[in-house]
């Protein structure tokens, strides 16, 4: 059964922690995404990657970092920087580099911080 | 900035009409546009795509691209609730990024 999966589905943080959200793809995806989405806004692009071992800041990268040791796996790690981490994070894949290639989301990651 | 303009709405439509939602664009350079649909807790669903000019028909969904007004819209005809969510535009403006609209809130009723 092919698709995106994130865990865990909900994540409670106490200030001052890093927390990692993982993000799995079976679907052969080279391309990568991380967003963050917050009520009334869009999605905002945080990270992504085109290939393993290579990735790139998006429009909200600070407080941030991931990694892209695997094809199949992006995962983001949500460190004591980031001064307001509250939101709904969504993984994202995509088959490649084109300016045609649709992205394909995993059901998200809710993190609260208490 | 490069933009991305939809209507919060919510825009209401008794069931079985035509909802008609529409989407604005700043970056003359943009090639491909997605239409996503949003449950409320849950994440963005693919619904279509477009990147000529003109119409494109996927059952009841319309997608419909106007490149020199730099304006996208998406026709749901015969609205279920069932189709009530909030419909995200999002336009690639490179081989690597999507800029996604603030959405959408459609409600159909009975």
């Known amino acids: 059964d092919g698709g995106i999966t994130q865990s865990p589905k909900y994540l409670f943080r106490k200030e001052g922690q890093n927390v990692t959200l993982s993000c799995e793809q079976n679907?052969?995806?080279?391309?990568m995404y991380w967003y963050r989405q917050d009520p009334g806004q869009g999605l905002r692009l945080i990270y992504y990657?085109?290939?393993?071992?290579?990735?790139q800041k998006g429009d909200i990268a600070e407080g941030y970092s991931v990694s892209r040791e695997k094809k199949e796996s992006f995962p983001l790690t949500v460190t004591s920087a980031q001064k307001n981490p509250t939101a709904f994070y969504l993984c994202?894949?995509?088959?490649?580099?084109?300016?045609?290639?649709?992205?394909?989301f995993g059901p998200g990651t809710r993190l609260t911080v208490l | 900035q490069k933009e991305v303009e939809q209507n919060s709405g919510p825009l209401s439509v008794p069931e079985g009409a035509i909802a008609s939602l529409n989407c604005t664009y700043s970056?003359?350079?943009?090639?491909?546009f997605f239409w996503y649909r949003q449950y409320s807790g849950k994440s963005p669903e693919l619904i279509m795509f477009?990147?000529?000019?003109g119409d494109k028909e996927d059952g009841r969904f319309t997608a419909q691209l106007n490149k020199a007004s730099q304006y996208v819209s998406l026709l749901i005809r015969d609205s279920q609730p069932s189709d009530s969510a909030t419909y995200l535009c999002?336009?690639?403006?490179?081989?690597?990024?999507?800029?996604f609209g603030t959405g959408t809130r459609l409600q159909v009723f009975p």
């Open positions: 994202a894949s995509s088959i490649g580099r084109s300016r045609y290639n649709e992205q394909f």
């Open positions: 679907l052969n995806h080279d391309a």
């Open positions: 990657s085109q290939i393993v071992n290579d990735f």
């Open positions: 970056d003359r350079g943009s090639q491909s």
């Open positions: 477009i990147y000529s000019n």
């Open positions: 999002a336009v690639k403006i490179d081989t690597d990024k999507l800029i």
